[in-house]
């Protein structure tokens, strides 16, 4: 130990002489600082965030940690790689930095800990660019917090010269490529420009762009390599009829493919309205299951005839969605030992029922589960699928109610029921993977309305293997009697004795029974009673607050009758069809009312005429609202509805303004008056008709007391 000691102390002797050197500390090898390359003059259009990217390098390899100091230092960001960001993009007549004279002063400083930080002193001239300007305003529209935030922004369509200058961010066809006007009627109409909506100076409308009349143009916009940052891509359309022609698409792109893939379309169906003209023209893809990818975002109107144009505007992300849901997007995923049903398998996927995230589907995604399938983790739901090799799948999870709560738990015991979010029925069959249970076992599949009574029930009597095996797995219901209704679907275990598990997997809607095996499963079809009918929503959503003091239903005219009082046209009606008219794409329950062809269109669209008014009920405080779904007429007092006390005194009147539209088209068309003033009171609804001539028409259904707002 004393030797140890004695070594030490001569080593720090000699290095306080100095050692070999003579005690000139000179001689030592020194660090050097980091050395910059000068970008040299920096000068950037007004309304840019990208300003430069500096580089720099260590002589001595070292890692150099970058800041930004100087006058205007605070108004700029610098990244690790030497990128310099405006934190906010600059305005040319309204300059930010110190001296307001639009030339920016910042200094790089790079310090790698070990030598003398090199300093790289920066002037940013700022340029005036007019046709970069971006308007922070919008026009019969509302706006979010989110709606202009530069990294949110996808394409604000502001300057479409500029927009086909970048052929690496678009791609153009047709009228988009071959003119720059592209909101001919909007600024060319003085009918329409006073009530057109757009968010910034401008929108974009199809109809008579370039002058080529209404129908006739057509084109794309494709905005490539879009990465999704955001739960949702928010925009504003309007036009077309529903068909396949007109619309926007989101795209994808797997890995090692270089064919691009369709993952969400829509087709906007609202041809009256040639501009965007408010909030109801918002529309949004679910994107959450795609954060971090890139996609395409397509816009496109290949029709010609019957309205044929789309009108459009400000595509941006954000986690605030607004409008229409046009669909929740996922990437394609890998099938394992099961055949899929090409893209509508996952087009058509019910919200988030590839089962591939459990948490978000709880917590984000409106899924309610019970008992096993309450506050799941990433794999809990997976059960045997998760752990056995010859199980099969599409993607990379699937559920299993065997060993649910981990491996070696026990294979029946596990209950529990795992709920969908309402969704809207399209197609004719709903298909699903499904295996386990046994005869009169209690676990499967229900279909329900949003209120929760159930439509159909289906159980497979397949019990072992735990899992699902292969394509004689898929499963189908004919779900068609539900087309455009909303509805749910809930996975059920309630079985926990032998053979009492379920395995299933790729919830989705098809125009086809899925059966690639010849062997699948008919899960049977759902049948609706009245009963069944009067509580689902057609085009429209409802809750349990719809149906608790409904005031009208009218799914039949002649019981209605006899509870309502009815004058002109209305009297005594000859079936329970004789108020539907053109009413009936929109509803709740069997039937809608419409003046429009009423009575087996013994008077055509305007001409009839008349009043129905409810029998006398109170107003319950709890339940204040008077919520109905109203459409038709255009604002002249001359039909909607009215609220009457019990003496006749009107309370409230309501008058719709969707002439163009001649039957109740969706949500978009939900009225709300409150009666909180009349709490205890006494109070009656009369719905009229008093014009025979043009618009004279009014659409109705559905006249309910509740405790939320519809509207």
């Known amino acids: ?101 639009n030339v920016y002063q910042v200094t790089v400083v790079a310090d790698d800990s070990y030598s003398t930080p090199a300093t790289l ?37 502001e300057f479409p010269a500029q927009i086909q200058k970048d052929t690496v961010k678009y791609t153009l066809t047709g009228a988009f490529a071959n003119t720059t006007n592209w909101n001919n009627l909007e600024y060319n109409n003085p009918t329409l420009k006073p009530i057109a909506a757009r968010i910034g100076d401008a929108s974009v409308s199809t109809c008579e762009i370039g002058g080529g009349g209404c129908d006739a143009p057509t084109g794309s916009i494709t905005i490539n390599d879009v990465t999704v940052t955001k739960d949702s891509i928010t925009f504003l359309m309007s036009g077309g009829n529903g068909g396949p022609d007109v619309g926007a698409q989101v795209l994808y792109t797997p890995p090692g493919s270089t064919v691009s893939q369709v993952i969400g379309t829509y087709n906007p169906n609202s041809c009256g309205d040639p501009v965007l003209k408010g909030d109801q023209h918002y529309v949004n893809f679910d994107t959450s299951g795609l954060i971090g990818e890139k996609v395409q975002i397509k816009i496109f109107d290949n029709a010609t005839s019957g309205c044929g144009f789309v009108a459009f505007d400000h595509f941006y992300q954000t ?74 799948r599409v993607g990379d999870r699937a559920i299993s109610t065997c060993e649910i709560a981990g491996p070696g738990t026990p294979c029946d015991s596990p209950v529990g029921t795992l709920t969908s979010p309402a969704f809207k029925v399209t197609d004719a069959y709903f298909n699903f993977l499904m295996h386990g249970g046994g005869a009169g076992k209690k676990v499967g599949m229900r279909i329900l309305d949003t209120l929760g009574n159930v439509l159909l029930s289906y159980s497979p009597d397949s019990c072992g293997p735990s899992f699902i095996q292969n394509d004689d797995d898929w499963t189908h219901i004919d779900i068609s009697a539900l087309n455009s209704a909303y509805i749910k679907t809930q996975l059920f275990d309630e079985e926990t004795g032998g053979c009492g598990f379920v395995s299933t997997d790729q919830w989705y809607q098809s125009a086809t029974a899925w059966n690639p095996s010849g062997k699948g499963k008919d899960g049977g079809k759902v049948s609706l009673t009245p009963q069944a009918t009067a509580k689902l929503g057609f085009n429209v959503t409802v809750t349990a607050d719809a149906f608790t003091q409904v005031i009208g239903d009218f799914d039949d005219a002649v019981a209605a009758a006899q509870v309502w009082t009815a004058t002109g046209d209305f009297a005594n009606p000859a079936n329970a069809d004789a108020w539907k008219g053109v009413s009936g794409s929109a509803r709740v329950g069997a039937r809608a009312v419409s003046t429009c062809e009423m009575n087996g269109n013994n008077k055509g669209c305007d001409a009839s005429t008349g009043t129905l008014t409810s029998p006398l009920f109170t107003v319950d405080a709890s339940r204040p609202y008077l919520n109905l779904l109203m459409s038709g007429g255009n604002a002249n007092g001359t039909v909607g509805l009215k609220v009457l006390d019990a003496s006749g005194a009107v309370l409230a009147t309501y008058t719709p303004n969707s002439c163009g539209q001649s039957s109740i088209k969706d949500d978009g068309n939900w009225v709300t008056i409150d009666l909180t003033k009349q709490a205890g009171k006494q109070a009656k609804v009369q719905i009229f008709d008093n014009e025979a001539g043009g618009c004279g028409f009014v659409s109705f259904d559905h006249v309910y007391m509740g405790a939320i707002r519809k509207k």
């Open 121 to 157: 002193p920066l002037s940013i001239k700022v340029t005036s660019c007019p046709t970069c300007h971006v308007a922070n305003t919008a026009t019969n529209v509302t706006t979010d917090d989110t709606t202009f935030v530069d990294e949110n922004v996808i394409a604000s369509f």
């Open 319 to 392: 986690d605030k969605p607004r409008g229409v849901n046009a669909g929740v997007l996922t990437k394609p995923l890998a099938p394992v030992k099961v055949t899929v049903e090409g893209p509508v398998t996952f087009q058509k996927m019910i919200p988030f029922a590839s089962f591939e995230n459990p948490v978000d589907m709880v917590t984000k995604r409106g899924w309610v589960g019970t008992g096993a399938f309450a506050n799941p983790t990433a794999t809990s739901w997976q059960g045997t699928t998760g752990t056995d090799p010859t199980a099969a």
């Open 1 to 101: 130990m004393k030797k140890l000691v004695f070594l030490l102390s001569l080593s720090v002797v000699l290095a306080a002489c100095g050692g070999g050197n003579g005690g000139n500390p000179s001689a030592l090898p020194q660090p050097h600082s980091p050395v910059f390359v000068d970008p040299g003059s920096i000068s950037v259009p007004e309304l840019t965030r990208d300003v430069t990217k500096v580089s720099v390098s260590s002589p001595d390899n070292n890692n150099i940690k970058l800041s930004l100091t100087g006058p205007d230092a605070s108004l700029f960001s610098i990244t690790g790689d030497g990128s310099i960001r405006f934190a906010i993009p600059p305005n040319y007549l309204k300059p930010a930095d110190a001296n307001k004279d």
